[in-house]
């Protein structure tokens, strides 16, 4: 099956600072998903983006399928954003990543 | 729209004894899905349901688990006998008819413990 993998597995930082977390995938995928599991357990959909370039608010994420890679955004984050974030795929299937772990102290 | 209702949140059982999980998926979704969540193995898909079928249910780890989807509004999660390596936290996700052409929305999940 498709591996995906995350970078960094896990990322401390402090309150405002900016970061990117890193999805790689080994072969062509109809489509991705970021999550965040926040540390309730709840799995909220952040950005479902097959290509190219979307923002919502302070999270900003970039696909390029043809390199099979996908990045996300925290700019100035807060520490309602810690959690582990995944990245999700499709082939026929939804496949996840391991996920980052993000902790950003005040 | 409320979202993926799961039921209940938490589980407590004695090894071998049934449990039951169930799940409620987005009025208008078609294609269901049962994932299961542990330390060890992250999150792995167990079955996926197409139109209340059955699609792919390679991820089902043995028999004593099985799944059920009697309609379009109603899924269940079937462990008999359960066993303490099945302490994990269980989601259930819909979507759009077609996998990979809408987004997967999560239920909140159910924590099963077996002692």
Known sequence: GIQVEQSPPDLILQEGANSTLRCNFSDSVNNLQWFHQNPWGQLINLFYIPSGTKQNGRLSATTVATERYSLLYISSSQTTDSGVYFCAVYDYKLSFGAGTTVTVRA | ?115
């Open chain 2, 1 to 115: 729209d409320a979202g993926v209702i799961q039921s209940p949140r938490h589980e407590v059982t004695e090894m071998g004894q049934e449990v039951t999980l169930r799940c409620k998926p987005i009025s208008g979704h078609n294609s269901l899905f049962w994932y299961r969540q542990t330390m060890m193995r992250g999150l792995e898909l167990l079955i996926y349901f197409n139109n209340n079928v059955p699609i792919d249910d390679s991820g089902m780890p043995e028999d004593r688990f099985s799944a059920k989807m009697p309609n379009a509004s109603f899924s269940t999660l079937k462990i008999q006998p359960s066993e303490p390596r099945d302490s994990a936290v269980y989601f259930c996700a819909s979507s759009l008819p077609g996998t990979g052409v809408s987004p997967l929305h999560f239920g909140n999940g159910t924590r099963l413990t077996v002692t």
